[in-house]
């Protein structure tokens, strides 16, 4: 009689701690509850021609979205030797943001230095085949491919400007946003840091004075004269590798269409700013564009 009083009492105790653990759980998920995925990823989707080395892009859709949305095509930085269209944390928080909004958000790899065989036009003729191909494949990526943007970060951002402001390319999009651009190769000498020209050097296979021409040439600054779209740049003043001076001559040379966005103390990357603090100008110009294509 003992055994079973006792065997019934640690079974009422067993079950009082199990219903607690559960309740609680309960209580634990109801206060914290899981963050809803808003959005999907179609990744890989292959852009360039066969006969080029292949190159994809990741794209970003509210799950919710119905219908063509606007799309914003990403660029990434790296010295045009690192990075990759997996998204860091400052332009994932755009991109959560904007495509709740409902955008879609595409970010491309291109052609980096480092591969084999490498000439500094690759990453701007994959860029413009990008660009081409969301635009001629809209309809099937559900894209309205009159609300097309280019967006890019360092050496993304030259690529974005250089490549957005070709002629031909110029009507198939609605902007241009830039982060921290290199606008002008050769200027880059000017930097505080010596690794500017390195890097530039690395990318033209070759120094300014050797190359004049291509340096010109492969410079947006020599373009922004004849943007017809509106172009918003986003530098920190602390930059010390791509100085804020270059945006601010870019800017310059065509207020009409540059928007210039400074950064107080912001270094090359924003790592020395809160995401939010990095982040808020792009995401609130990309809101007012919706806005007035709707």
């Known amino acids: 009689m003992k055994g079973s009083l006792k065997k019934a009492t640690i079974f009422v105790i067993i079950f009082a701690i199990t219903f607690a653990c559960i309740r609680l759980l309960q209580d634990e998920s109801t206060k914290h509850p899981k963050k809803q995925i808003e959005y999907i990823v179609q990744k890989d989707i292959l852009y360039t021609e066969p006969a080029r080395l292949p190159q994809t892009f990741d794209l970003y859709k509210s ?30 928080t755009v991109f959560e943001e904007i495509v709740k909004e409902g955008y879609s958000a595409i970010s491309i790899d291109y052609t980096l230095y480092s591969t084999k065989d490498y000439s500094y036009n690759d990453p701007v003729r994959d860029v413009e085949t990008a660009i081409n191909f969301v635009y001629k494949n809209a309809k099937k990526l559900g894209i309205d491919r009159s609300r097309i943007g280019l967006a890019g970060a360092s050496a993304g951002g030259h690529l974005a400007l250089l490549t957005g402001l070709k002629a031909d390319i110029q009507p198939k999009l609605n902007y241009i946003i830039a982060w921290y651009p290199i606008s002008d190769l050769t200027t880059m000498n000017q930097s505080p840091s010596s690794r500017s020209t390195e890097i530039v050097e690395r990318f033209m296979n070759s120094t300014a004075g050797q190359m004049a021409d291509e340096y010109n040439r492969m410079s947006p600054i020599q373009y922004v004269k004849h943007a017809k779209i509106p172009i918003f740049i986003v530098h920190g003043t602390g930059d010390t590798l791509v100085p804020f001076s270059q945006s601010e001559e870019f800017a310059r040379k065509n207020p009409k269409m540059v928007t210039l966005i400074a950064l107080e103390h912001g270094n090359h990357g924003f790592t020395n700013l809160p995401i939010q603090a990095s982040t808020n100008d792009t995401i609130n110009y990309l809101k007012a564009r919706l806005k007035e294509n709707k």
């Open 63 to 92: 799950i919710n979205h119905r219908g063509p949305t606007p799309a914003l095509i990403f660029v990434h930085g790296g010295s045009w030797k690192h990075g990759s269209k997996e998204l860091n944390k400052r332009w994932k």
